[in-house]
């Protein structure tokens, strides 16, 4: 950060006015005060601890036992009388996956001839191959053989301090390796524990959420390119869109079975087993798929992202 | 006293809020839009919260209460719990884009001050 501000201030000549930052510390503590002072006035004149419940609130406790055999309002709520809203944040998770999917999407196999050989005939012949490469060319293809690993040393204590891609220690000590062999299946099993006894706290959400931990907690012990090999992106999309396919399904079959999108059309078990609930179970199933699976894809996306293409000279070249 | 939450998340959000106007560094700028969203979660569940309530579970209601019982106050309010937990993942999948954002601007800018990053201008 020190160095981004201090930047920002040396910057003045090249940089256009608008860089100068001195007024935004004042600009902002006004409008910060502006925002405080509202919310301040606004939040000790609303209702406190001591008001009852809300109208929809006491009609979801009541109607949580009776209309979804679930001894568990929230997962009533979610995956039930607001089944609608539940499958809304379900298609915003997937648009934001597929936002950071399309964002950090590396080179891919080539799939068909698309002709940058015919197109670039004319380039080709103003350039001598036989030249030799330049130092932007150089010092280019030196940085990808560092990404590629190349130049590396073989152990990574080896490695100078300050070499750029800090990816080599591959993972963890013996002992915290061991460990995490130990504890991942545990923590696995209450994941799945928290949305299969859905009439506890617990659901889809919570166990997504579990989940990631799990493959991060892996991946964390082992390093990127042992989990890399296991966590790839391909068939995680595919368990992802299986997990939304389903929410979807479930949904449709409520407007043709039960009459209306979102209703329970299962058979509701007895109340503290693990079937109670009809379709609220399932649909917190799916989202344990959709969000363990999303999330998972997200994070790894943001940790795949290794191949650079712009070179290191254009620093402030790209600012015009 | 669940006033005192409500100024606690007043305060995160205007603290988040200020991070964003002042900083110019993107990943500074990603973390006070968290602290915003992180405020929320503390006012909505703050809102949820009755005196002297427990937690929103009809397992084995004590002193054989039905939950017709329960809802007349002694719990805490189902529907803003829900509320939270539907904020919490929107607010993860989010800041994941932020964050793919912010590491595509370093890598194509080579710099991580939003001020330097203006190439769409004009």
């Known amino acids: 950060m020190a160095r981004a501000g201090v930047s920002g201030v040396d910057g003045r000549g090249p940089e256009p006015p608008e860089a100068h930052p001195a007024h935004r510390p004042v600009v902002g503590a006004v409008l910060v005060a502006g925002a405080a002072a509202v919310l301040a006035a606004a939040f000790v004149a609303i209702p406190r601890e001591d008001v009852p419940l809300p109208a929809i609130a006491r009609q979801a406790l009541t109607a949580s036992l009776p209309r979804w055999h679930l001894t568990e309002p929230v997962n009533a ?36 001839y698309i ?35 190349e130049d590396r040393p073989d152990t990574p204590d080896a490695v100078p301090l300050g070499t750029p ?24 099993v209450c994941g799945v524990y928290l949305v299969t006894w ?16 799990v493959i991060l907690l892996l991946y964390a012990g082992f390093g990127y390119r042992r989990i890399g090999l296991v966590v790839r992106p391909a068939p995680l999309e595919v368990i992802e869109l299986v997990g939304a396919a389903a929410i979807v399904l479930l949904m449709l079959l409520g407007l043709l079975l039960a009459g209306s999108f979102t209703a329970n059309w299962l058979p509701l078990a007895p109340p503290q087993t ?30 795949g992202i290794r191949h650079d293409w712009a070179s290191d000279e254009d620093e402030g070249g790209t600012q015009q | 006293m669940i006033v005192v939450n409500y100024l606690a998340a007043a305060a995160v959000f205007c603290l988040g809020l200020y991070a964003v106007l002042t900083r110019r560094n993107i990943i500074k700028m990603v973390m006070g839009l968290s602290l915003m969203e992180a405020s929320t979660y503390l006012f909505v569940v703050s809102v949820a919260y009755r005196a002297r309530s427990t937690a929103p579970v009809l397992l084995n209601p004590q002193d054989g209460k039905t939950p017709a019982e329960l809802a007349k106050g002694d719990v805490a309010d189902p529907v803003l719990q829900n509320f939270c937990l539907t904020a919490i993942v929107i607010g993860v999948a989010l800041t994941a884009v932020f ?10 800018y080579r710099t991580l001050d939003a001020d330097k990053v203006r190439a769409m201008r004009g």
């Open chain 1, 77 to 112: 709520v979610v995956y039930g009388m607001r089944g609608f809203d539940t499958f809304g944040e379900t298609f915003l998770l997937i648009a934001a996956v597929v936002s950071v999917v399309v964002l950090t999407r590396t080179r891919e196999p080539r799939r068909g």
């Open chain 1, 115 to 149: 002709g940058e050989e015919a197109a670039a005939k004319e380039e080709r012949e103003q350039i001598d191959p036989s030249a030799a490469p330049d130092a932007t060319q150089r010092e280019a293809r030196s940085a990808e053989r560092v990404e590629r690993g």
């Open chain 1, 165 to 188: 891609a800090p990816e080599d220690a591959e993972g963890m000590t013996v002992v915290v390796r061991t460990a995490m062999r130990v504890v991942a299946p545990v923590l696995a």
């Open chain 1, 198 to 213: 859905g009439y506890a706290p617990g659901g889809g959400f919570p166990a997504g959420a579990v989940m990631l931990g």
């Open chain 1, 274 to 303: 693990i079937r109670s609930g009809g379709t609220a179970q399932v649909f917190s199933v799916g989202e344990l798929v959709e969000v363990g699976a999303g999330l998972t894809i997200a994070v790894f996306a943001l940790l």
């Open chain 2, 99 to 108: 964050l793919a954002v912010a590491v595509r601007v370093a890598q194509h």
